[in-house]
């Protein structure tokens, strides 16, 4: 009797799982968002050869940020979250990930013209009557 009552309550249950959608129940899954390059900002210091600095964590460690893709030099642009020690205090940013931040701020904005001109480096003067030969 007892197996009987079983079965039937597992039929009910399989029969409204059934008639419910798909995955109906699963909490929906939010889309990564890419951070936008309009929406970078500008570096706190202007980094002279920015696409020469070098990821230094995860899957692009070593890789120089000229070398990796818009997205992806937009996301080490972007402020990271900090990091909190085990008296609830944040770290202050180690100089390696504020380089590249600052690093990928300055590339996006070179690339996209919209350093002040008083910050963008200065090419190397030419010195047009003394050229050695």
Do not use: C
């Amino acid at each position: 009797m007892t197996l009987d009552l079983i079965h039937a309550e597992l039929v009910r249950i399989r029969e409204a799982l059934e008639a419910r959608p798909f995955a109906s129940g699963a909490p929906a899954a939010k889309p990564a968002a890419a951070p936008r390059s309009e929406e970078v900002p500008m570096p706190t210091e202007i980094i002279e050869d920015a696409g020469n600095v070098q990821v230094h964590f995860g899957k692009n460690k070593g890789v120089a940020l000229s070398s990796l893709g818009d997205r992806s030099v937009a996301w080490y642009a972007q402020e990271a979250e900090p990091r909190i020690g085990n008296n609830g205090k944040p770290f202050p940013p180690r100089p390696e990930d504020v380089l590249l931040r600052n690093a990928a701020r300055t590339l996006i904005h070179q690339k996209r013209g919209t350093l002040p001109s008083a910050a963008v480096p200065a090419a190397p003067s030419v010195n047009e009557e003394h050229v050695p030969f």
